[in-house]
């Protein structure tokens, strides 16, 4: 009985938005057009998210580069850990990408009158080059630019120069420090109350979007959440099988396999990366990674190296490219699609707090859609939390092996296992 009732703890929200969204979907298909009465309230939860956003993006950021504080140690470790977390990352994006590129997670059907009902206006932009749309993208010419939710992005250029503003200041800065952590406080409580109000808003959003175009967008959630869960298992059984024969051949992939499942329950049962944390170092260390290594790697990792989120940013893209009837073909929408999905999953990775929010907002920026698709990328972001959190967490342990592979060298576990058992012995 205990199990249970912490079960449903820990996925009370993720279980409340998905019940609300299957009663949404249900309701759509009854009522279908009469469906779309309810929409108002949907778009309540949208206003309550959409007037938080700027001081989210900015305060979230800006705090995140302010407090960072730089390791006191840099040397093969750090640098072999950042070059893997980033060649790791651009793996698990392509994989998404090439996993859905020939699947359409939901029938275009009408776009149009999608992009009617998103009230999707087509910017007078088709005659500006490359720079000229990434000036526009990055930057307003105007302060009170920054305070639309439409330039998210310049919003967030702007909090990374406040956060290194106010390193530089050092000292000077604590004051308007202090201010800046007490706002950041309010406005995270300020969503805590609003996601009260979640599912409520979720249900009925989503009912206006059955009704509107019938059981295909709720088909879509669920073909997507199918097809997640597949690539999931097959990258978490390939991919870091691969990834362990690398780092140390057949005696590191018994090593993986004997001690990487504590690791994988506890993200499946708990849906955090940061509670594997623990988990993830003592199972490092019993796969024979020396103490340095797990506990450098597996920390970074848990904040900076996130392989479900990667996988589940192509995803988000890839369902609003189906929604909105985007053409993908055209070599400079793709690479588009790739850079979108691996700044958005940094963002979940480098912001503890609210990144979901705000890479999600940095997916509809990048690729020009409008504002009122967030709801669709929060329910994408529910429906795959589970699997996602799992290649999360082990993708974390991954990373040390092959950081012990470079740092200690090929013969790391016999080595390290000889160091550990004197250790012991001392």
């Not at 998103?118 to 007078?124: C, I, K, S, V």
């Not at 206006?208 to 869960?229: C, D, H, R, W």
């Not at 669709?376 to 092996?401: E, Q, Y």
Request: hydrophobic share 50%; with cysteine.
């Amino acid at each position: 009985m205990k199990k249970f009732l912490s079960f449903l703890k820990n996925y009370r929200t993720m279980i409340s938005l998905i019940l609300a969204m299957i009663i949404g979907a249900i309701c759509g298909l009854i009522f279908k057009e009469d469906a779309m009465v309810v929409k108002p309230l949907g778009e309540l939860f949208l206003n309550l998210m959409f007037v938080i956003i700027v001081p989210l993006v900015f305060l979230t950021i800006a705090l995140a580069v302010a407090k960072v504080k730089h390791p006191k140690r840099l040397g093969k470790i750090m640098v072999s850990t950042v070059v893997i977390f980033l060649i790791t990352s651009i793996i698990a994006v392509l994989i998404g990408f090439a996993c859905t590129y020939f699947v359409d997670l939901v029938d275009k059907g009408d776009t149009a009158a999608i992009r009617e009902l998103f009230g999707t206006q087509e910017a007078d932009d088709t005659n500006l080059n490359f720079l000229e749309r990434t000036v526009q993208l990055i930057s307003v010419d105007d302060f009170t630019g920054l305070l639309s939710k439409d330039n998210v992005v310049a919003l967030l250029v702007c909090a990374l120069i406040v956060g290194f503003s106010m390193r530089m200041c050092g000292e000077k800065a604590e004051p308007l420090l202090k201010v800046m952590e007490s706002a950041h406080s309010v406005v995270f409580n300020f969503i805590k109350i609003t996601m009260y109000y979640a599912p409520i808003g979720i249900g009925c959003y989503f009912a206006s979007y059955v009704g509107s175009f019938g059981g295909s967008i709720a088909t879509g959630f669920l073909k997507t959440f199918i097809l997640y869960a597949v690539i999931a298992l097959a990258y978490y059984i390939i991919i870091y099988s691969l990834y362990a024969f690398i780092s140390g051949g057949t005696k590191a992939l018994k090593a993986w396999w004997k001690n990487i499942l504590p690791s994988t329950f506890t993200a499946l049962s708990t849906c955090s990366s940061a509670a594997c944390i623990p988990i993830n170092i003592d199972s490092a260390k019993k796969m024979n990674v020396s103490e340095d290594v797990a506990e450098t790697t597996i920390s970074l990792a848990t904040n900076l190296h996130q392989d479900g989120s990667m996988i589940g940013s192509v995803f988000k893209i890839m369902f609003l490219v189906c929604l909105f009837g985007t053409n993908i073909s055209d070599p400079g929408t793709t690479f588009q699609i790739l850079i979108t999905a691996l700044v958005a999953s940094v963002l979940i990775s480098a912001v503890p707090i609210g990144g979901g929010t705000i890479s999600e907002m940095v997916i509809i920026s990048m690729m020009g859609y409008p504002v009122a698709a967030l709801p669709v990328l929060t329910m994408i972001a529910t429906v795959i939390d589970a699997p996602a959190t799992a290649l999360n967490a082990v993708g974390d342990t991954s990373c040390s092996l092959l950081v012990s592979r470079v740092v200690d060298g090929k013969n790391w576990i016999e080595t390290n296992n000889e160091s550990n058992v004197k250790k012991k012995r001392k």
